[in-house]
């Protein structure tokens, strides 16, 4: 498959799961208490998230009720507890939302990403 096929197919998943989605980003899952790091989009709007992986995340975060199947994690944001590490001059930051699940990207999408956690 190419990769413009890839993207159609993600954009398309994206859309299947959110509707409309007004953050798109690429961006790391940090497991860090296992030490993993899993590559993939974030999509979000909002009301929710989805991390689109490019490699199953299953069998890193077992079987959890917001998986929607091996490559997918879909959280609810608005009122999720959250802490966002995102330092001045660096252009990546961190939203850490607890139980093992952290997102590392662009600043600016990651800080988006916590305002919507935070209303």
């Not at 497991?31 to 009301?47: D, P």
């Not at 093992?100 to 999408?109: L, S, Y």
């Amino acid at each position: 498959m190419s990769y413009v096929n890839d993207m159609q197919a993600r954009e398309a998943r994206a859309q299947e799961l959110l509707g409309t989605y007004t953050i798109k980003t690429s961006a790391d899952l940090l497991i860090s208490h296992l030490r993993k790091q899993i590559g993939g989009w974030i999509y979000a709007n909002n009301s929710a998230l989805i991390f689109l992986a490019n490699a199953p995340i299953s069998p890193v975060l077992g079987h959890r009720p917001d998986l929607v199947d091996d490559y997918t994690l879909k959280l609810d944001l608005p009122g999720r507890p959250h802490k966002l590490t995102a330092p001045m001059l660096v252009p990546a930051g961190i939203i850490n939302f607890g139980d093992g699940i952290e997102f590392a990207g662009q600043k600016k999408h990651i800080k988006a990403i916590a305002a919507v956690a935070a209303r």
